[in-house]
């Protein structure tokens, strides 16, 4: 069960003009499930994408990143079930078949096509249940399918990721709405997690490709569930311009900002709810790292935490065994650090400084946080004003049997 996370209100996912979205039944790897995804773009829409930085990348990452080189994005297309994955030069041809049926289907271009992927590695993606399902999407498209399409790019979730934000551009409205998925092989590098954002605001190329990689950077790389990069991480967002306002051109103006806070608000909300439906996860905890001397230093001690074995198996059992907190911020590889001069809490508890246990620490105390579905872990290096926030979650029993099981 997925820690203090529901699924979402389809009522409540926003339609994005210039948007629509359609899914099937096409089964790629199981039966009567939503695997197909088709998502169709209006011509003049903007997008910008971000992928995994793992070598092994997949073909469709490998075909994505020819396409937006080649012509402007009008579809997207999404499977699970099977990554398309140390596939080879067979995996390539699959991942251009799906586009050119796809662009058969909407009257466009294959290059106008987009593939993702998402799935069990090292297995042959077939063609033949996207073509006969990728029919299926294109005449069901529609504005108000968000919670199917969320539904229709899941694996091993357990509950489907959506939001969606309303804001004021130049007292316009603009609507934004994104689905993602993921619960396992979770520690985006982003230069098996999918994320995908629309919103019909009118920005400028330059403008979004800067956005993406602003927001990118504040939710889908500040997450780890078991500290494993994916083959097949990608972050789409397209921006329709049918909102009607001026068009942004920078980020450093008022509505450039008041748009990047919304993206970055949404595209955390969706990093966090992969990270509360991470495979098995009991405990939801953010780990907040300040006085450092650079963002970076305070992320390689808060990653050293999230992806520590022994510090997450620890809050499964909610035992405050808390000295593998302090084993991992020493081997964080920050090497001067000067131990006396660091605090650690959790939640409101002081747990140590002055390089030991606080005085007035009680393992009873430490207990009572750790019971908790959501914890914080603060630290306080000492050196610098740098801050920087992570989150992950525990390792259960089922994380374990959920991954021995997975292709079962």
């Given at each position: 069960?997925?820690?203090?996370?529901?699924?979402?209100?389809?009522?409540?996912?926003?339609?994005?003009?210039?948007?629509?979205?359609?899914?099937?039944?096409?089964?790629?790897?199981?039966?009567?499930?939503?695997?197909?995804?088709?998502?169709?773009?209006?011509?003049?829409?903007?997008?910008?994408?971000?992928?995994?930085?793992?070598?092994?990348?997949?073909?469709?990452?490998?075909?994505?990143?020819?396409?937006?080189?080649?012509?402007?994005?009008?579809?997207?297309?999404?499977?699970?079930?099977?990554?398309?994955?140390?596939?080879?030069?067979?995996?390539?041809?699959?991942?251009?078949?799906?586009?050119?049926?796809?662009?058969?289907?909407?009257?466009?271009?294959?290059?106008?096509?987009?593939?993702?992927?998402?799935?069990?590695?090292?297995?042959?993606?077939?063609?033949?249940?996207?073509?006969?399902?990728?029919?299926?999407?294109?005449?069901?498209?529609?504005?108000?399918?968000?919670?199917?399409?969320?539904?229709?790019?899941?694996?091993?979730?357990?509950?489907?990721?959506?939001?969606?934000?309303?804001?004021?551009?130049?007292?316009?409205?603009?609507?934004?709405?994104?689905?993602?998925?993921?619960?396992?092989?979770?520690?985006?590098?982003?230069?098996?997690?999918?994320?995908?954002?629309?919103?019909?605001?009118?920005?400028?190329?330059?403008?979004?490709?800067?956005?993406?990689?602003?927001?990118?950077?504040?939710?889908?790389?500040?997450?780890?569930?078991?500290?494993?990069?994916?083959?097949?991480?990608?972050?789409?967002?397209?921006?329709?311009?049918?909102?009607?306002?001026?068009?942004?051109?920078?980020?450093?103006?008022?509505?450039?900002?008041?748009?990047?806070?919304?993206?970055?608000?949404?595209?955390?909300?969706?990093?966090?709810?992969?990270?509360?439906?991470?495979?098995?996860?009991?405990?939801?905890?953010?780990?907040?790292?300040?006085?450092?001397?650079?963002?970076?230093?305070?992320?390689?001690?808060?990653?050293?935490?999230?992806?520590?074995?022994?510090?997450?198996?620890?809050?499964?059992?909610?035992?405050?065994?808390?000295?593998?907190?302090?084993?991992?911020?020493?081997?964080?590889?920050?090497?001067?650090?000067?131990?006396?001069?660091?605090?650690?809490?959790?939640?409101?508890v002081l747990v140590a400084e002055h390089g030991g246990r606080a005085a007035a620490y009680t393992e009873a105390e430490g207990?009572?946080?750790?019971?908790?579905?959501?914890?914080?872990?603060?630290?306080?290096?000492?050196?610098?004003?740098?801050?920087?926030?992570?989150?992950?979650?525990?390792?259960?029993?089922?994380?374990?049997?959920?991954?021995?099981?997975?292709?079962?």
């Amino acid at each position: 069960m997925a820690v203090g996370l529901s699924p979402p209100d389809p009522a409540a996912l926003l339609p994005v003009p210039g948007v629509r979205l359609g899914v099937a039944e096409a089964g790629i790897r199981k039966a009567n499930r939503k695997d197909l995804l088709l998502v169709e773009l209006a011509e003049g829409s903007r997008v910008a994408a971000v992928y995994t930085r793992n070598r092994f990348c997949a073909a469709p990452v490998l075909v994505g990143r020819e396409h937006r080189a080649r012509a402007p994005t009008r579809a997207w297309l999404v499977n699970t079930g099977i990554a398309n994955a140390g596939t080879g030069d067979a995996g390539l041809a699959v991942a251009r078949a799906s586009c050119a049926v796809t662009a058969r289907a909407l009257g466009i271009r294959p290059e106008q096509v987009l593939p993702f992927s998402t799935g069990v590695i090292l297995e042959p993606l077939p063609i033949e249940p996207i073509e006969r399902g990728v029919p299926v999407c294109a005449a069901n498209l529609a504005p108000d399918r968000w919670a199917d399409a969320a539904q229709a790019i899941m694996t091993t979730d357990t509950v489907p990721k959506a939001a969606s934000r309303r804001i004021a551009i130049a007292g316009v409205p603009v609507t934004l709405t994104g689905i993602a998925k993921g619960a396992g092989m979770i520690r985006p590098d982003m230069a098996t997690l999918l994320a995908f954002l629309c919103t019909d605001a009118d920005i400028a190329q330059p403008a979004l490709d800067e956005l993406i990689r602003i927001a990118v950077d504040e939710s889908f790389n500040a997450i780890s569930v078991d500290g494993d990069t994916s083959t097949n991480d990608s972050f789409v967002m397209a921006a329709t311009a049918r909102a009607g306002h001026s068009r942004i051109d920078t980020l450093d103006s008022a509505d450039g900002r008041a748009l990047s806070a919304a993206v970055v608000d949404l595209a955390r909300e969706l990093a966090c709810a992969i990270v509360r439906d991470g495979e098995g996860a009991t405990k939801f905890i953010t780990i907040d790292v300040g006085g450092g001397r650079s963002r970076e230093e305070c992320r390689k001690v808060a990653y050293a935490i999230a992806h520590s074995p022994l510090v997450k198996t620890a809050f499964f059992a909610s035992d405050p065994n808390l000295g593998r907190i302090l084993c991992a911020i020493g081997y964080a590889g920050v090497d001067d650090l000067d131990v006396q001069s660091i605090r650690l809490w959790l939640d409101d508890v002081l747990v140590a400084e002055h390089g030991g246990r606080a005085a007035a620490y009680t393992e009873a105390e430490g207990q009572r946080v750790m019971r908790a579905e959501d914890i914080t872990i603060r630290i306080d290096l000492a050196r610098g004003p740098a801050q920087a926030t992570v989150w992950t979650c525990d390792l259960s029993y089922d994380y374990v049997k959920i991954n021995a099981e997975y292709r079962s």
